[in-house]
Every structure is written in structure tokens, then in C-alpha cells.
């Protein structure tokens, strides 16, 4: 068996965008439950409450999305690979589903009360950009964000 290993982030963004894609429905039925056990945890971390503009980042089928939307929040859900979004808006239908990265967000500064990712960052090429992107891009100034990666 050979790695494909690469320095790239385009051919790493390019790998994940296919492979996401290809598993979105084992990676719901199997996966889904278990990461459905943090989302009580994420949203109360990030303050989430009725009312609430929540961007989950890296929704993937829709889990945290749809914890929120039961709380009362007012839910967008991105994530890069259209399977993915298609799964969270079957499954979260009232919330606004949309395929974008969370890389170079589609929203204005200080668009959303909180931001919420689980388990979605630890896939990225760099990390650490979550941080200058989605924290303090979208969210600056109220602190209010929460990630079940232990990576950042």
C-alpha cells in the first residue's frame, strides 16, 4: 500500500471534499449517534439559547444544527461537501443549509450570537485557521464559541 502524502492544501482540500462526499451515509448511521452525545455539552459551552444565531461550522449531517433549532436558535449550517449538506437539510429542514467553506466564510463580520463546530476541525489542512476565520471573522467581540475537537 503506498500514502499519498502531499504539501499541497488544494490536493488535501480536494481529497477531503471527495472523501466526504462518498461517505456521508455510513458516516451518519455510524458515527451520528455517538456525536450526537456532545451536542448537548457543545451548545451549553456556547451559550446557545432561544433566539440564538448559530452557525455550526463543519455540520456534516446535522447534529449540532438540530440540537439548536430544538433549543429555539436560529440555525446555518456549512459544510463543504454537498452530500453532507443535503443530509443536514433532511434532517434539520427549518434550518439554512448551505455547501461553502469554513475556510472563507459567506457571511458578514459579527453575523452570528454563536459558532459551533463538532468534530470538524481536526480534518483540516490547517487548523489553526479556524480561528482568525470563523471565531473572529463572525463572531468577534462576544467570545461565544465552542468546538468538540481536542486538536485546537
Known amino acids: ?23 456521508s451515509e455510513a458516516y451518519e448511521s455510524a458515527i451520528g449517534p455517538l456525536t450526537a452525545q456532545s451536542a448537548e455539552i457543545t451548545l451549553d459551552a456556547a451559550g446557545v439559547a432561544p433566539g440564538c444565531k448559530v452557525l455550526d461550522v463543519c455540520t456534516g449531517h446535522g447534529v449540532l444544527a438540530l440540537a439548536a433549532r430544538q433549543r429555539g436558535a436560529k ?50 489542512k490547517c487548523a489553526a485557521c479556524f480561528a482568525p476565520e470563523v471565531v473572529w471573522r463572525s463572531v468577534f467581540g462576544n467570545d461565544r464559541h465552542q468546538t468538540t475537537d481536542t486538536e485546537f
Open 1 to 23: 500500500m503506498s500514502i499519498q502524502v502531499s504539501s499541497d492544501p488544494r490536493a488535501f482540500r480536494a481529497f477531503e471534499h471527495t472523501g466526504w462526499n462518498a461517505v
Open 75 to 124: 440555525v446555518c449550517a456549512l459544510d463543504f461537501a454537498e452530500a453532507m449538506v443535503a443530509a443536514a437539510h433532511r434532517n434539520v429542514p427549518t434550518a439554512e443549509c448551505r455547501q461553502g467553506d469554513a475556510q472563507d466564510l459567506p457571511y458578514a463580520e459579527n453575523a452570528f450570537d454563536a459558532i459551533v463546530c463538532g468534530y470538524g476541525i481536526s480534518w483540516w
